[in-house]
């Protein structure tokens, strides 16, 4: 094994990747960055440490996966519902537009063949999920108007990438169908089946199996519970003939009903991010640096070009939709690039003949430059999201006379709403939901307080929840968890669970998460109070003194001191 190509190519890859990463940590860049520049520095035109990424194909499709699945995850039948009018306006017109526009640029300026010139221009309208969406759960911004509108657009991109796929076939002149399961009458049957199934699915089977791996108590079997069920309803439909993908975003709207969508998310962030930092690395390993010098000329006015193509259409139809400048600047800059589905297409395209080898290497190099250029176009964004104007932008960029503001305080997709800034409430959040945790939870609610409790135990958090008290279930010792239930937003954190090892994790956890939330922590023995690193937001309850103070009050009491 160790002397296997696969597991010298992964070694190095991973090794390097892990070195960029913590330098680009350092100094604040993006780690997606990180990510492409290590593949273009070990890559083919960098040190020539290896070829390509082993498998690179299986490896974007498993992240892909994985992130469609967490992207479910946190979405909602009735979120779910809400978005079906802007997935059927502003998703579809956006790749509608974006492909037409792209296709007729393509023909009369480049003069490429047609098909040559819808392949690009399909590959144009996609953005990328990934980094996308890993820049919005880095910034908390996912729940903003912003990040919501970001999500509508992807999710239909990636819906629409299916059939996309399915006409490269069709542009090369060969047949769709190439067996008798694949016939279209298969496909118009399977897929309502296929839906039906998974609305039953959802509704009664998950709930249950769930309800009996919680009992267990065993993390190892509710992890491969999330993985089988991710898996089983992938896999179903890729047979009927929807996406992997799309089958993986069905299972998390389905567990997303459930109380355990949170832990479910805590367990699979790991993989999904390894499986994508391997899949941006491979993407960096596609560039040919000796191309790009060579054409460096084209590409320095078709790479402004093309942004300025994607982004007018996404600006023009979001403005219309929202009524909002700042909204529709940001999320149209975060778009704006090129996305990982368009390099399954194109890569299609090029194995079908329909590009020849130029082409793809423009667009190789074109996409990667794009994607190098989201974080940056989307800081740029948030800076220009509170603005109400081009005019104020151009003010506040020229100048900087005004600082960032946070996206939660913009016009959300609803015009009902107004524009007043929401305040955060002074949250409590009690981990640990034993007899003090169910208790203090109560008092708390008692005086008006919002606060969330947080379990391991399934059992718990319904009690809790009878109470009409917010409850999660989920491993206090993740820090995904610990994120996706507000700790970053929280006022107090009561840390409530038995364990010596435990508790001290749990305090470096939510420090390492919000400096600013004040802690208390209940440990049992005097001794445990050295585990913990003391604070002034930190106070430590041991509840073996608290017993000997009790005791000796009553004792005293029984005296009448």
Known sequence: ?????????????????????????????????????????????????????????????????????????????????????????????????????????????????????????????????AIVLKLLADRRETETPYGRLSLVILLFQDIAALPLMASIPLLAGQTLISNQDSSL??????IPVFILGCVLLGRFVIPLVFNE?????????????????????????????????????????????SPFSRQALAEIGPFRDIFLGLF?????????LSFAKANFHHLLWLIPVLFYIKFS??????????????????TSLALSQIGEFSFVIAASAFTYGIIGNTEFQYFLTLAVFSLLLTPLFSNLGLKGSSHSSWGEFARGFRFKLKKTKSLSSQVPLTQESDNSPLVKPRKAIVIGLGHTGVQTLIELSKKGIPCAGLDINHANVKEIQKLGIEGYFGDS?????????????????????????????????VRQINSETKILARVHYLQQVTDIKA???????????????????????RYGL
Request: proline share 2%.
């Open 1 to 129: 094994m160790f002397h296997s190509q696969l597991f010298h190519s992964l070694f190095i890859s991973v090794v390097s990747i892990t070195a960029v990463s913590v330098l680009f940590a350092r100094t604040r860049i993006p780690t997606v960055i990180g990510f492409i520049l290590t593949g273009l520095l070990i890559g083919p035109s960098g040190l020539r440490w290896i070829d390509s990424m082993p498998d690179a194909q299986g490896i974007s499709e498993l992240g892909i996966v994985f992130l469609m699945f967490s992207v479910g995850l946190e979405i909602s039948l009735s979120q779910l519902k809400k978005m079906v009018r802007p997935l059927l306006t502003l998703g579809l017109f956006q790749v509608a537009v974006t492909i037409s526009i792209g296709t007729l640029f393509f023909v009369a300026i480049l003069k490429l063949p047609f098909g040559s010139a819808f392949v690009m221009g399909s590959c144009l309208a996609l953005s990328s999920t």
């Open 280 to 288: 941006f690395a491979s993407i960096g390993m596609m560039i040919d």
């Open 185 to 190: 009458g298969g496909v118009a049957v399977g």
């Open 313 to 330: 259409v996404l600006y023009a139809l979001i403005r219309r939709y929202s009524r909002s400048h700042g909204i529709s600047f940001a």
């Open 213 to 257: 791996v919680t009992r267990t108590g065993s993390r190892e079997l509710f992890f491969f519970s999330i993985f089988s069920t991710t898996f089983v309803v992938a896999f179903i439909a890729d047979r009927v003939g929807l996406s992997v993908s799309l089958g993986a975003f069905i299972a998390g709207v389905l567990i997303s009903e």
């Open 477 to 509: 010792t993740s820090r995904d968890m610990l994120e996706s239930i507000g700790v970053g937003e929280a006022f107090l954190v009561i840390v409530s669970v038995s364990g010596r090892n435990v508790v001290p994790k749990i305090v470096s956890l």
């Open 535 to 557: 604070s002034d937001d930190c106070d430590i309850v041991v509840a073996e003194t608290e017993s000997a103070k009790a005791i000796c009050q009553r004792a005293l009491d």
